[in-house]
């Protein structure tokens, strides 16, 4: 059992700067955990300092325990949707690498259907004037420093919080 399964269910999001996309979801009643960190790239217990060269393959992540009875894994998509550009590339405003870029790894066939299911919605939303190009990865199964969920720096988590702020945009 992944830890803190026994008190909620996991989803993992990258969408930008992980401090902003951690502030969204810290908000939301039935999160009753976040953490921000590292997923996707290639070396084990990487730090911000290696993230940033965009050399390692990570993409800055927040994972988020939640309570399903309070809120759906479809409401934490929709927030996710809502909360950042999924049709920018590597990017999300000023921030520019693949750290940067929009992934939902998932932590179930369930949730990856859901993914899939919530992504193809988006695509046919109209809302978007370009291709979504949201990478949705399977992180559960064997283990692979891929998918394997790296804790960032204790400065990093709640950073925006710890500072008074609601968001990184000014």
């Not at 953490?35 to 965009?54: K, S």
């Not at 179930?108 to 291709?131: L, N, P």
Request: one cysteine or more.
């Amino acid at each position: 059992m992944t830890e803190g399964m026994q008190h909620g269910e996991i989803a993992t999001f990258g969408g930008g700067c992980f401090w902003g996309v951690e502030e969204t979801f810290r908000s939301q009643k039935g999160v009753i955990s976040t953490a921000v960190g590292y997923m996707g790239g290639t070396m084990e217990n990487p730090n911000y300092e290696a993230v940033c060269t965009d050399a390692t393959g990570h993409a800055e992540v927040v994972q988020v325990t939640f309570n399903p009875k309070i809120v759906s894994y479809e409401k934490l998509l929709e927030i996710f949707w809502k909360n950042h550009n999924p049709t920018t590339k590597d990017r999300q405003g000023p921030d520019v690498g693949t750290q940067y870029r929009s992934v939902i790894f998932t932590h179930s066939k369930e949730q990856e259907k859901i993914a899939e299911a919530s992504k193809t919605s988006q695509e046919k939303s109209g809302k978007w004037k370009s291709s979504i190009v949201t990478h949705i990865v399977p992180a559960y199964g064997e283990a692979s420093p891929a998918t394997t969920f790296w804790k960032a720096e204790e400065y990093h988590q709640q950073y925006l919080a710890k500072r008074g702020l609601s968001s990184c945009h000014f």
